[in-house]
């Protein structure tokens, strides 16, 4: 059973930067794409980013092109959003998923998956 853990959430400032990191464990990632959501308070889980297991191709929400990169290492086992120039806009619960999904599909409306990390709280101020 697949199992992700986010860390590094935190409270910033209007401007500041954070750094999220997913670490994956309990399956086989060689066919995993991996992406970060988040949720808000009263809105719906929407999709922020997503990156394909050999990290050549990556995907953003119009919402966070420029300022959000999202990487992985170790062989897919960690993933990151390097989040910069936060707005007030970005304060949400995010989520590190991991499927075995093209990319494209974790952007749409309808997308669903049983791989979900506990998720972790970011905060900015104005």
């Known amino acids: 059973q697949v199992k992700l853990v986010e860390s590094g959430g935190g409270l910033v400032q209007a401007g500041g930067s954070l750094r999220l990191s997913c670490v994956a464990s309990?399956?086989?990632?060689?066919?995993?794409?991996t992406a970060w959501f988040r949720q808000a308070p009263r809105k719906e889980r929407e999709f922020v980013a997503a990156?394909?297991?050999?990290?050549?191709?990556?995907s953003y929400a119009d919402s966070v092109k420029g300022r959000f990169t999202i990487s992985r290492a170790d062989g897919g086992t960690m993933v990151f959003l390097q989040m910069d120039n936060l707005q007030p806009e970005d304060t949400a619960v995010y989520y590190c998923?991991?499927?075995?999904?093209?990319?494209?599909?974790?952007?749409?409306?309808?997308?669903?998956?049983?791989?979900w990390g506990q998720g972790i709280q970011v905060t900015v101020s104005s």
């Open positions: 990156i394909t297991w050999t990290a050549g191709a990556r």
């Open positions: 309990g399956g086989t990632f060689s066919s995993y794409a």
């Open positions: 998923n991991a499927d075995s999904v093209p990319i494209a599909s974790m952007a749409t409306r309808g997308y669903e998956s049983h791989n």
